[in-house]
């Protein structure tokens, strides 16, 4: 019988390499947060350009109306959608890598959780705003609210923007409160560094943390419940959002397997987002001894397999269609692959199931240039998935003398591109603020690696 490994051998399978020593944690994470460079002061620029011809886009349809989106018989479900769909799906990772895996005591999380956190957020706000621009009167936006009101009037609960509703309010509450009481001891540390009008605000923001046993333990164990209640939030969220179009009867959308096939493409789709965020961060920052290969390879690992598993829904889709019988459905599927929208399909399978069978190469799954295109195409992909399951359903339906050919506008693709400018500002605008790696946690793995890595 193989006896088991040493202590020094299970560390090194638990702990990111070449950690540093924990007197320079501190000021490395913390000196993200201080001065500013050429290259981020350049990317929050174009962010911001971004968000502002959205912001005229949006004026400009307001205005004249849903018109200038593109919109007619029988699609009414666009980009938007679409891209409120994409959105939800790209928070999803964060919450996986906060909670589920801080449930399952996976060490390497601790150096990407914080990132990951905080794309969640600004991942939800982005999508929370695509419901609003899709019905058009943005200023009407409180009737999507239940609530009493003068007019006595109750909102459509049978409505899908309802449920999108009750879901992203749930998960952006929940998110928020994770990710703060997180970011207390985080707070904290950089309380005792600052001076003047910051030290303030973090002094009111880290809630009169000092770091105590008592406050410790309460806050393990606030975050031990608000991680056992995150979880489910994993599978609830995109499985409503899923609902949006299971609960039709459109060829194509009405299917039991639509829940585990959106919440598996969520954590596939939200992966590699964390990669494109992160990567960034890591070379800009210098932060290369705290988000190492390590950690690369283990979001590769993640994504090979949930790249199986959208596969696989991929396949039972057309193989359900045909064994079904049903010719409405047999058609839907063959016209995705072989109809107007044939390239939109073939883009969705190659970037999603081929490319990353790549990442079964060990030497790619640690190559950070790789990752990062690999992980550009994943979320271009993604974005394909959702417009060919909502464009090639709802432009084909039961009537062939409804059919229409949808082509999105430039009204839509400009708020589209303002949406990735809008995370990315914020994103960046964080890491100025708060520190973008959980500098306790890491120090946590230290101080693992004192008691059984490097002692000997």
Known sequence: MTPPPPATAMAEMIRPRKTPKDSKINLDILSVTKGTSLSYIALVGLAALGVTQALLTLAYQTYEGLGIAGYQ?????????ITFVFWIGIGHAGTL??????????????????GAETMTIFAVITAAQFPLIHIGRIWKFYFLIPYPNQRGLWVNFKSPLIWDLFAISTYLTISLVFIYVGLIPDIAIARDRSTGIKKLVYTVL??????????????????????????PLVLSVHSVVSWDFAMSVLPGWHATIFAPYFVAGAIFGGFAMVLTCLIPVRRIFGLEAYITDYHFENMSRFILLTSWIVGYAYGMEYFIAWYSGVEFESTSFYLRAFGPYWMSTWMMITFNFIFPQLLWFKKLRTHVTFLFVLAFFINLGMWFERYVIIITSTSRDYLPSVWGLYIPSAAELSILAGSFC??????????????IIAITEVKELVIHEKMHGEAR
Not at 73 to 81: E, K, L, N, Q, R
Not at 97 to 114: D, H
């Open 73 to 81: 018989a029988p699609v009414f479900w666009g980009v938007y959608i």
């Open 97 to 114: 890598i906060s909670a589920i895996l801080y449930l399952f005591r996976a060490k390497w999380r601790n150096a990407i959780n914080r």
């Open 206 to 231: 880290c809630g009169g943390w000092q770091g105590t046993s008592r406050q410790w333990k309460a806050h393990n164990r606030t975050i031990l419940h608000l991680a056992g209640l995150s979880t």
């Open 422 to 435: 809008f995370f990315a500002l914020f994103f960046l605008l964080f890491l100025k603020v708060f520190p």
